[in-house]
């Protein structure tokens, strides 16, 4: 009877680790969506993209019929990914290649991607005829930044109110968190007062903010990527009231809130996640 009691309590604490770890894993954290061929990863902005090649007719070496297999699957593999950063929401409505097509510069996400990024394979598959499929992992959070960063409509500097001293030190949270049923993410995000006016967007960080778009984006839990992202210190959290396109409304008494416990910095770095439930 000792015996089975023992083995009952060694199988509860295994179980027991096992779920919790589980529970754990980073990847649970991540905001992935699936795209054409593959997955972009909202939290990290890496690219998970196959690419498929077929050797050049004119190759009989089996090693050089490959190799121009896995060429062809690497600038396949590079034109997919400029038709998915293109698809990518900027705001509203609005997709990167309308944004771009309208300023008349519709190879501006093709001048971005270079085939020289690619070169991170995770997965690979040869047929009986040479063709390949080739799987690489990208990091695009760089050409992500650029396209924010040329779509974005940055306003004149306004004069900065003079703020107290006294006031601003004793602002204590560094990130804020905004909580959210679900979502579509966008490059663009905002965030409003029920008002309607302004809280965040890209405009107020600028250059200087820590994510390559408006915001980071986490799901379910921020634990993660606050630790692969710097963003230490505390955090404030709050709800969305109401999602209404790319804008993020939450209640007034959260504007005040976040007014007077939000120190500066998260701001001018960006220190924003928005966490989705879903």
């Given at each position: 009877?000792?015996?089975?009691?023992?083995?009952?309590?060694?199988l509860?604490?295994?179980?027991?680790?096992?779920?919790?770890?589980?529970?754990?894993?980073?990847?649970?954290?991540?905001?992935v969506?699936?795209?054409?061929?593959?997955?972009?990863?909202?939290?990290t902005?890496?690219?998970?993209?196959?690419?498929?090649?077929?050797?050049e007719?004119?190759?009989t070496?089996?090693?050089?019929?490959?190799?121009?297999?896995?060429?062809?699957?690497?600038?396949?593999?590079?034109?997919?990914?400029?038709?998915?950063?293109?698809s990518?929401?900027?705001?509203?409505?609005?997709?990167?290649?309308?944004?771009?097509?309208e300023?008349?510069q519709?190879?501006f996400?093709e001048?971005?991607v270079?085939?020289?990024?690619?070169?991170?394979?995770?997965?690979?598959?040869?047929y009986?005829?040479s063709?390949?499929?080739?799987t690489?992992?990208?990091?695009v959070?760089g050409?992500?930044?650029k396209?924010?960063?040329?779509a974005?409509?940055?306003?004149v500097?306004?004069?900065?109110?003079?703020?107290a001293?006294?006031?601003?030190s004793?602002?204590?949270?560094?990130?804020l968190?905004?909580?959210v049923?679900?979502?579509?993410?966008?490059?663009?995000?905002?965030?409003?007062?029920?008002?309607?006016?302004?809280?965040?967007?890209?405009?107020?960080?600028?250059?200087?903010?820590?994510s390559?778009s408006?915001?980071?984006?986490?799901r379910?839990?921020?634990?993660?990527?606050?630790?692969?992202?710097?963003?230490?210190?505390?955090?404030i959290s709050v709800?969305?009231f109401?999602?209404?396109?790319?804008?993020?409304?939450i209640?007034?008494?959260?504007a005040?809130?976040i007014?007077?416990?939000?120190?500066?910095?998260?701001?001018?770095e960006?220190?924003?996640?928005v966490?989705?439930?879903?």
């Amino acid at each position: 009877m000792r015996k089975s009691l023992k083995r009952i309590f060694f199988l509860f604490v295994f179980f027991s680790f096992f779920s919790l770890s589980a529970a754990e894993k980073p990847e649970d954290f991540q905001f992935v969506k699936k795209v054409t061929d593959g997955t972009l990863n909202y939290s990290t902005f890496e690219l998970s993209i196959t690419g498929n090649g077929i050797a050049e007719t004119n190759v009989t070496n089996l090693n050089s019929a490959r190799i121009t297999a896995e060429k062809a699957a690497q600038a396949n593999a590079r034109l997919k990914a400029v038709k998915i950063l293109s698809s990518l929401v900027l705001s509203g409505k609005t997709t990167v290649k309308a944004y771009f097509d309208e300023k008349n510069q519709p190879d501006f996400v093709e001048r971005l991607v270079n085939a020289a990024d690619f070169k991170e394979v995770t997965y690979e598959r040869f047929y009986s005829n040479s063709s390949v499929d080739v799987t690489y992992k990208v990091d695009v959070s760089g050409y992500v930044r650029k396209i924010a960063e040329a779509a974005a409509e940055w306003p004149v500097p306004a004069e900065e109110k003079g703020e107290a001293a006294s006031d601003e030190s004793a602002k204590t949270k560094s990130v804020l968190l905004i909580n959210v049923k679900k979502i579509e993410p966008a490059l663009l995000i905002s965030v409003v007062d029920e008002k309607g006016e302004k809280i965040y967007d890209i405009s107020v960080a600028g250059n200087g903010r820590k994510s390559p778009s408006s915001v980071f984006f986490a799901r379910k839990k921020a634990d993660y990527l606050l630790e692969k992202a710097g963003l230490s210190g505390e955090t404030i959290s709050v709800n969305a009231f109401k999602i209404t396109e790319s804008k993020i409304v939450i209640k007034n008494s959260d504007a005040e809130k976040i007014r007077a416990e939000l120190k500066k910095e998260c701001f001018s770095e960006g220190r924003i996640v928005v966490v989705s439930a879903e």
